[in-house]
Structure formats: C-alpha cells, structure tokens
C-alpha cells in the first residue's frame, strides 16, 4: 500500500492550497482515510477525514470551517481544500489509512496502519 500526499509548498497567510491524497495498493473499496499534520515542535494532530463508503466526514476545530476534505473514490484520492491559512498552519501534513474509521463528531478512530510520506505547508504572514 502506498499513500502520496502532493499539493505543498510556501504559501502567503490567506491562500488556499490544495493537497492531495492518492492511495494505491489495496482493493480495500470501505476504508478512511485521514488528514493529520506536525508542526515545529509539536505533535501530530489528526485535522481531518473521510470515509470512502458512507461519505462521513470530521475536521478539527483547529481547522473547521477553513478545510474541506473531499474524495474521488474511483481513483482512491483524497483532497483537503485548504482555505484562509495561517502562520499556525505551518506543518507537515500526512495522509493515512487502513483500519481507520472516520466518526462525523469525533475524529479518527484508530491508529492507521499506512502513512503517506507527507508534505511541507509553510505559510507566510
């Protein structure tokens, strides 16, 4: 299972990236795939996720209201459309998947076994 996540890079405070997800490996066709990002000093933190089957979504409160996550399941990608960032979004962003649910109201439920290789965001004031 391979897991690529694209999509960052130095961004001005305001702008709107997006990063992509695009899962390939598995045949898996109910799965979860979350959002999670590290920034400088601190530790991972789940952001976002979505569910390939039932469509559930969740984004953290850090984040809601400025991210969309989306998929196209045909081709087992995962988008997180990123808006009005912030200096405090400056972080390396992760995908993730299997053995994961992703619970409307909660967040994440379990500890994925696959991890994308991440990617830098670094925003600008």
């Known amino acids: 299972v391979q897991l690529q996540a694209y999509g960052g890079g130095l961004v001005q405070a305001g702008g709107s990236p997006r990063l992509s997800c695009a899962a390939s490996?598995?045949?898996?066709?109910?799965?979860?795939i979350g959002w999670f990002r590290q920034a400088p000093g601190k530790e991972r933190e789940g952001i976002s996720c979505?569910?390939?089957?039932?469509?559930?979504?969740w984004d953290a409160d850090s984040v809601k209201g400025r991210f969309t996550v989306g998929s196209d399941n045909t081709e087992k990608t995962v988008y997180l459309q990123m808006n009005s960032l912030k200096p405090e979004d400056t972080a390396v962003y992760f995908c993730?998947?299997?053995?994961?649910?992703?619970?409307?109201?909660?967040?994440?439920?379990?500890?994925?076994?696959?991890w994308g290789q991440g990617t830098l965001v670094t925003v600008s004031s």
């Open positions: 490996g598995f045949t898996d066709d109910d799965y979860a």
């Open positions: 993730a998947t299997h053995r994961i649910l992703c619970v409307p109201g909660s967040g994440v439920r379990g500890t994925p076994g696959y």
């Open positions: 979505i569910g390939s089957s039932d469509g559930n979504t």
